[in-house]
């Protein structure tokens, strides 16, 4: 019972979020048209946009690395065609629709159950996976946020902090208390019921390597498309979007919708117009998220079709 409340408050309070982000930022914009929006749009360079699908394109290859490291972590195999399959279908769908339960979690014990993975294998890569996911934005964001602390914007009121310096400064000790764990501690950690072994230092450092790279790709997906008279550095605009995301993901909104957008309008509105900064992060989303929804719902059709059409046919024989 409480577990349902916690669950209906946590998704109320996203809900009230999204409001208010979409809120913020339509007043934000509010002297800006539409038409503004649309011409910043068609503005973005042909060769960006390509730039910017390719480096999405090879973020979501780096995103396999997840499930495949989870795979070596617990001690099993499984041919890396099926976990590409998987990790990719359960990482579009939980990344652009959230709700990670019931999108990413369910595709992947849709397909591993079926091939002969256990549930509770299952279950520990996909806690792997998502601690994987939060330690490379911890290394990132922990060493950009202590190099180049940024002021956080006054909408971001559930963050205590006036500036990213002391989140660094936690994410940073963090890592380092994982990589030290997985050096010194050999036994099994019991957490309430359940037991947590550290991986080896070599697939420590390899989550923290592959989820870093995914982090960093991502970024450099919606920098290409920021408008070419950007003043900000790559390394600056990291910093940037890595608070954005941070506050979209601990806000509980479906790919951050909203409250991502209005952290870097607010950061980014001093040096670039906020309507082509808009007009960059509204290709970003199609690029990023709503395209690979596209290619993954076509690819997962075909799958189940033809996974369907063999099942009726080995009955009727």
Same mark, same amino acid.
């Given at each position: ?58 973020? *979501?290859?780096?995103? &396999? ?43 992947? *014990? ?27 934005? @911890? ?36 890592? &380092? ?100 900064? @808009? ?39």
């Amino acid at each position: 019972m409480f577990k349902k409340l916690q669950h209906n408050f946590s998704s109320l309070f996203g809900l009230l979020l999204l409001v208010l982000s979409l809120w913020a930022i339509a007043q934000e914009l509010r002297g800006y048209s539409y038409r503004d929006v649309l011409n910043s749009l068609e503005a973005i360079p042909k060769n960006r946009l390509s730039w910017s699908i390719w480096l999405t394109a090879l973020g *979501y290859m780096i995103m &396999i690395g997840y499930d495949s490291l989870g795979f070596r972590y617990i001690g099993r195999s499984l041919s890396l065609k099926r976990i590409a399959f998987t990790s990719l279908l359960s990482c579009v769908f939980s990344n652009t629709i959230g709700f990670a339960l019931l999108t990413g979690t369910a595709i992947r *014990y849709r397909y591993y159950l079926s091939w002969g993975v256990s549930a509770l294998a299952i279950a520990q890569i996909i806690a792997f996976a998502n601690f994987t996911f939060w330690l490379g934005m @911890f290394a990132v964001a922990g060493i950009m946020f202590l190099a180049n602390p940024l002021t956080i914007p006054p909408q971001l009121h559930y963050l205590p902090f006036a500036t990213t310096r002391p989140i660094g400064v936690i994410f940073l000790s963090l890592v &380092i208390a994982y990589l030290l764990g997985s050096i010194f501690i050999k036994q099994p950690l019991r957490i309430r019921s359940q037991e947590f072994l550290f991986p080896s230092f070599n697939i420590s450092c390899s989550q923290i390597l592959i989820s870093s790279l995914d982090w960093i790709l991502a970024a450099a997906t919606l920098y290409v498309l920021l408008p070419a008279n950007t003043t900000l550095s790559y390394l600056d605009f990291l910093g940037v979007y890595l608070l954005a995301m941070f506050a979209g993901v601990v806000s509980n909104v479906p790919g951050g919708l909203g409250v991502f957008e209005l952290v870097i309008l607010e950061i980014l509105s001093p040096q670039v117009s906020k309507t082509a900064v @808009f007009g960059s992060m509204l290709a970003y989303r199609g690029i990023y998220y709503f395209l690979p929804l596209i290619v993954a719902a076509g690819i997962l059709g075909v799958y189940e079709m033809r996974y369907r059409s063999k099942g009726n046919h080995q009955q009727k024989q």
